[in-house]
């Protein structure tokens, strides 16, 4: 509405009111104002609604949008889907015409005065990222590749002699692609160390050196690069200006991610004031966060940009324009200039803690001191062993499927390796591996280790005193009988037998000595380790991993005595061994390992030890693997060295007796069970409902005071991290949060008895079980307290805070807590729309 109709209104309604909203219509068209006179970035970012308002004032501009026009021409914007029409605000036309992608269109005023904006907006950008002798820019509908070629075929039209393009190398497609698609041929210039660093750099003669031997006259260009990956540096464009000029050669350079690099726009800055430089190319989703679609080509003159817009064919795509558009009326120069900011901050942050980490791994961050961009880390240490081991790996597996012919164990053998050799040296690389830090007690691990198969005796011609076994293995003939592989009449051998998936086996008979676990068979020597294994897989709530089996000849009974000093009635059966990963100080990964275990020994007769009713030694497994202590070292200090820490009151769920650590435990077994079926994260594992509903129970039982009385009124526990102890997961605003729940409460009384609030770090484990299941409600941000809530019982339900933006968990204002839980019928429902309390 203009002037006058804010007149007409005051005779409608009351003139103050209608004086109000002129004073806001007056504000945001100062908004306008200020843009158009100016042509810059607004000091602070504009806010959505004042965007769309001028969005779609200008898209009133534009014929398709005229109230009445019908049209009958060839470009109408005509638009059939109004989704679509709304996705571009009606601005259907596109850009430029067929002589120039920037020039106006007589139909589309709104859409030619965006183009015009959106360019001064982004040379506005790249004067305040550092490049202020940057006068002229052209915003296209192309991503960087393409755009660097139009830049030389614009180059072209103007040097036409030239058909080199010196290019110092960057191992990256995309630029060399661009040459080669205007027709032109790559000089490659290959980098030099710099000295005092690990870096690559600029080869500067060596430019110098391949203009002159081609001719200067025959050089199209110069192409540099800003934006590289480490150990590379961006080129040392201010040198290459300085040579440009000397030597009367364009330089074009391929800044594609490099605007919001301070490093990369100094470079530029100095090459353009300093030397010669006739454009650079940044993209516009790497510098501005839109979506992939567009650059900007810029540069401290126009005849080149004006060039390359004049070359685009015909008009082009609004979108890469309009989003770029939006995006920096929303960001204003403080937003822009803040977020090249945060790059710097974070880049050192990530820098830091990346040296600290491969320092610990005996590694080490590259010397590159002037990428600001990437970083690299230098491996060798690893070793020579560990990179042969892994190439011969992959080459194993790669040749399996074109050798499995003549691996058969009925065919005569024609290749050096067998189906055993890539299954066993794969589980032993595997273990090896599950150690992150590589040392040199596992390079023996990590080596290829090959045997042979056999189909008979002449199988294993070049091994002195060997015969092809009954398992279709080579073996010393002394000591290895035909049939090794079967127990001996007399002897009592350990059977092994699974239960499903392999997580969980039973052996019998075992023994334990000094925290190794110890088989039995006279002929252990000869057996095939595919069916007789060394080593077995552990399934645990933070991976899985292999433990070693060993295997003695010595007979089982004699073995038994031995250890035990005669005293083998005294000693319990049957074993239950669970491997479980760490201290078990997180009721998270606490949940994972003994609801599982809990089902096996007390919900499920496969395993035979629910008759025993708890009744077997239960035998800890302590997965306490280096890759994990750096992330639980906070954990560690509070559990002493012969506990598994504050959960281990809930094993007493498992076995009556009390448990042992693997590593302390000493004896024989007729009959052990090892490892727990696996939970996952993400449900579908072997355990049930059934289950856990099961365990909870269970827990109940173990504390009489867990379960809430049904005559109690239902409250709601509000989960609070302090900053110090929550390794980052907290809620920033935890007072507002505290008090819309608590006024929510006092409003519905019927539905929320109560509200409590508490650090469960300030509570025992015990402590936090009974308070969790005393509760109906349970919200709190994102971590292990809200595992917990599986001892509420029926009817409850919790409320998990996701990460937003930021360093915290937010719920932010009165208004945007309130939908966590609303009245819907009279009930309380969640997000999903089910019912958290009971009508």
Not at 129 to 153: Q, S
Not at 742 to 753: R, T
Not at 816 to 822: A, D, V
Request: glycine share 8%; with cysteine; net charge neutral.
């Amino acid at each position: 509405m203009n002037p006058q109709h804010f007149e007409l209104l005051k005779g409608l309604v009351n003139p103050n009111y209608v004086e109000q909203a002129a004073q806001a219509r007056n504000s945001r068209s100062k908004h306008f104002t200020a843009l158009f006179t100016q042509r810059r970035l607004p000091d602070v970012g504009w806010k959505e609604e004042d965007i769309q308002s001028l969005l779609e004032e200008m898209a009133s501009f534009d014929t398709n949008n005229f109230e009445g026009n019908v049209g009958v021409g060839e470009r109408e914007g005509r638009v059939y889907s109004d989704l679509v029409r709304r996705r571009h605000f009606g601005l259907t036309h596109g850009i430029g015409r067929s002589g120039d992608v920037m020039a106006e269109q007589p139909k589309a005023a709104g859409s030619s005065l965006l183009v015009q904006l959106t360019k001064y907006l982004a040379l506005d950008a790249i004067r305040l990222a550092g490049i202020k002798a940057a006068k002229a820019c052209a915003v296209l509908p192309a991503a960087t590749g393409l755009t660097m070629t139009l830049v030389f075929l614009a180059l072209r039209q103007m040097r036409p002699q030239g058909k080199y393009v010196i290019w110092s190398r960057i191992d990256q497609k995309s630029c060399f692609k661009a040459i080669g698609a205007a027709g032109l041929k790559p000089i490659v210039i290959e980098l030099k160390p710099i000295e005092g660093s690990d870096a690559l750099g600029t080869d500067v003669q060596g430019i110098r050196s391949a203009i002159e031997r081609v001719g200067a006259e025959e050089v199209l260009c110069i192409c540099c690069t800003t934006s590289t990956f480490a150990p590379r540096v961006p080129d040392f464009v201010d040198e290459v200006a300085v040579l440009a000029s000397e030597l009367a050669v364009p330089h074009v350079i391929n800044n594609a991610y490099g605007l919001q690099c301070s490093k990369c726009t100094h470079l530029i800055e100095t090459g353009c004031r300093r030397g010669r430089v006739d454009a650079f190319v940044q993209s516009t989703d790497k510098n501005f966060l839109v979506p992939v679609g567009g650059a900007i080509v810029a540069g401290p003159t126009a005849a080149l940009v004006d060039k390359v817009s004049g070359l685009y064919p015909g008009r082009a795509s609004m979108s890469p324009l309009l989003d770029l558009f939006i995006t920096l009326l929303s960001l204003g120069s403080s937003g822009w200039t803040g977020l090249l900011q945060e790059r710097k901050e974070n880049a050192k942050w990530f820098e830091e803690r990346l040296s600290t980490a491969s320092t610990k791994l005996g590694l080490r961050v590259l010397k590159v001191p002037a990428n600001r961009i990437s970083f690299c880390i230098d491996i060798s240490a690893l070793g020579r062993e560990y990179r042969a081991a892994q190439e011969q790996l992959v080459e194993a597996l790669m040749v399996l499927p074109f050798a499995e012919e003549c691996l058969e164990p009925h065919a005569k053998p024609k290749w050096p390796l067998s189906v055993f050799d890539v299954h066993s040296n794969y589980i032993r690389f595997y273990r090896a591996m599950s150690y992150y830090h590589e040392t040199a007690e596992l390079l023996e691990d990590l080596l290829w280790q090959p045997t042979r198969t056999c189909v008979d005796d002449m199988g294993c011609e070049g091994l002195p005193d060997h015969f092809c076994s009954r398992l279709h293995r080579c073996v010393p003939r002394h000591g290895c009988p035909r049939n090794a592989e079967e127990c001996p009449l007399g002897e009592r051998c350990t059977a092994l037998s699974s239960y499903g998936d392999g997580c969980s086996l039973q052996l019998s008979p075992l023994c334990v000595q000094h925290g190794e676990l110890q088989a039995f068979h006279p002929h252990s020597a000869c057996l095939s380790a595919a069916e007789f294994p060394h080593m077995i897989k552990a399934c645990s709530e933070m991976g899985t991993t292999l433990y070693p089996l060993k295997w003695s000849s010595s007979p089982y009974a004699s073995y038994r005595d031995r250890i035990q000093g005669g005293s083998a009635l005294a000693q319990p059966k049957d074993a239950f061994i669970l491997p479980v990963t760490l201290r078990l100080r997180s009721p998270w990964h606490m949940l994972h390992s003994l609801v599982p275990a809990y089902a096996q020994s007390h919900m499920d007769e496969r395993y035979g030890l629910a008759k025993l009713a708890g009744d077997f030694d239960l035998l800890i497994v302590d997965q306490d693997l280096d890759k994990d202590t750096h992330i639980w070292q906070q954990v560690f200090r509070n559990a002493s060295g012969d506990s598994m820490g504050g959960l281990d009151f809930l094993l007493r769920l498992i076995s009556h007796r009390p448990y042992k650590l693997l590593a302390q435990a000493e004896g024989c077994y007729e009959r052990a069970v090892w490892g727990h079926e696996l939970m996952l994260y993400s449900g579908g594992g072997w355990t049930s409902e059934l289950h856990m509903a099961g365990f909870v129970r269970a827990a109940w039982r173990l504390d009489g005071r867990a379960r809430r009385d049904s005559k109690d009124a239902p409250r709601l526990l509000l989960v609070e991290r302090r900053n110090g102890t929550s390794w980052g997961r907290w809620i920033d605003n935890f007072p507002d949060v505290q008090s819309t729940a608590q006024s929510w409460a006092d409003e519905h009384e019927d539905l929320l008895g109560g509200v409590e609030a508490a650090d469960l770090a300030d509570f025992s484990w015990p402590e936090q079980l009974r308070m969790a299941a005393r509760m109906r409600l349970l919200f709190g941000a994102h971590g292990d307290g809200l595992s917990w809530s599986v001892f509420m019982g029926p009817g409850s339900a919790v409320l998990e805070a996701v990460p937003a933006r930021g360093a915290g968990f937010q719920a932010r204002g009165r208004c945007e807590c309130k939908p966590l839980w609303h009245l819907r019928g009279g009930r309380a429902v969640g997000r999903s729309g089910a019912s958290l309390l009971p009508q």
